[in-house]
């Protein structure tokens, strides 16, 4: 867990994000990541469980199947970063959120398994991520509205020790989520929550999103930064669209949360979208230890989530 926390801590110390660029410590970053890192260690463990979720990902899309259109799964990166954060942590509880196919649950489950300990419990008001994975032992899962049991238990988020939040991508669930969930915390929870610092969720941006691959990163943000300036233009420089890094989703009503109540102690994200450099190195690495085709355009490169970690409640 340390190890981990002091990437994010170090992220977190970053306040002016026009200076992440310059100030990225690169060398002790690649070192730490890759060569005698977090990556390094679990990398043929990755390797396996990137194979995996091929493998599942392709049942998934498999018409005889299923005829549910399985859309939106984890990125790579955000993927085996939730991994290393559950192996590294060992915790003894998991909530997730939202699973639709089971994408995130697969790759929760393993690491899981790998512990030899802990439990996921799964919250989704339909069943498919249960119909494509099975019943698994260190796993339970309720076709229910997780917010209707925070709201009758107001310690019912102190039962788990991560927290994976991907369902309903708008501000006002994120409202209702830190109010009755993130509110009642009394721990140090690990946080990841999906699809954040993706701007295509944002309507005037979709149409800028080519296919998400190294290759098209560039023309992507470029094509952004010009219907931002021409919105701002149009309203009087009213700049409520203005770049790339912006959050989506669920990201304004989350962050603003965060900031008004200080409970998070820090942040990070692997998309290119909130900061392109350090996404590419972290790419790398992955390259590096044989974890993904990224740098030639053969996958996609988005991984869209935050991780954060909760303060203890004072």
């Known amino acids: 867990m340390a190890r981990f926390i002091d990437v994010l801590r170090w992220w977190a110390s970053v306040n002016d994000q026009a200076q992440v660029v310059r100030r990225v410590p690169w ?28 493998e ?32 590294e942590t060992q915790p003894k509880a998991v909530l997730e959120i939202g699973a639709l196919c089971g994408s995130s649950t697969r790759w929760m489950l393993s690491a899981l398994r790998r512990n030899k300990k802990g439990t996921l419990f799964t919250y989704d008001l339909h069943p498919f991520a249960l119909d494509f994975i099975g019943e698994q032992s260190n796993w339970k899962f309720f076709v229910k509205d ?18 994976f939040i991907d369902a309903l991508h708008t501000n006002k669930f994120a409202d209702s989520y830190t109010r009755v969930l993130l509110a009642n915390s009394k721990k140090s929870h690990s946080v990841f929550v999906h699809d954040i610092f993706s701007p295509f969720q944002i309507p005037e941006f979709k149409a800028c999103q080519i296919d998400l691959r ?15 300036a021409k919105y701002a233009d149009d309203r009087g420089g009213r700049d409520i669209l203005y770049s790339p890094q912006q959050m989506a989703g669920e990201g304004l009503a989350l962050s603003s949360w965060l900031a008004r109540t200080g409970r998070s102690q820090r942040m990070i994200s692997f998309s290119p979208y909130a900061n392109l450099d350090f996404a590419f190195r972290i790419l790398a690495i992955f390259e590096v230890h044989h974890l993904g085709d990224f740098l030639t355009g053969q996958r996609q490169v988005n991984n869209p989530s935050i991780f954060f970690q909760m303060t203890k409640y004072a």
Request: with cysteine; aromatic share 8%.
């Open 56 to 87: 599942f990902s392709t049942r998934t899309k498999d018409p005889s199947r299923s005829t549910i259109k399985c859309v939106g799964q984890i990125g790579q990166v955000e993927a085996s970063m939730l991994y290393i954060l559950l192996r």
């Open 146 to 163: 997780v917010l209707q049991e925070a709201v009758h238990d107001s310690n019912f988020v102190n039962r788990f020790d991560v927290l």
């Open 27 to 54: 060398k002790e970053i690649y070192e730490f990541t890759g060569a005698r890192g977090l990556v390094r260690k679990y990398r043929v463990e990755l390797r396996n469980e990137l194979k995996a979720a091929k």
């Open 214 to 228: 190294r290759q098209n990163v560039h023309k992507e943000i470029a094509c952004i930064h010009d219907v931002a």
